[in-house]
Nanobody
């Protein structure tokens, strides 16, 4: 499967933004999906994840209550709805896919096999 992110941009603090991750080559419905982000000079960090079945999610504490991950299998796309954005949310956002068992995922970067190219999100304060 190939992943392509879109929807990034420059927004102001407090604004909302929705990122999309479109899959091609294979259906994403059998993959556990996640969003990671990497700010300049920092390690890539986990943001949110969604079980292949859509019935379970996981969020980093820093985004809980502000970000929502979802999927539309008909469009073969996963979304990250971001609200109440803060300057510290500024980063390149990547979507990733894995077929490892959801129950055993620790949401570490090396658990995900397929990555998109990333989309830049910049939040001005």
């Amino acid at each position: 499967v190939q992943l392509v992110e879109s929807g990034g941009g420059l927004v102001q603090a407090g604004d909302s933004l929705r990122l999309s991750c479109a899959g091609s080559g294979r259906t994403l419905s059998t993959y556990n999906m996640a969003w990671f982000r990497q700010a300049p000079g920092k390690e890539r960090e986990f943001v949110a994840a969604l079980r292949w079945s859509g019935d379970s999610t996981n969020y980093a504490d820093s985004v809980k209550g502000r970000f929502t991950v979802s999927r539309d299998n008909a469009k073969n796309t996963v979304y990250l709805q971001m609200s109440s954005l803060k300057s510290e949310d500024t980063a390149v956002y990547y979507c990733a896919a894995t077929r490892r068992l959801w129950e055993f995922l620790l949401q570490r970067r090396n658990e995900y096999d397929t990555w998109g190219q990333g989309t830049q999100v910049t939040v001005s304060s």
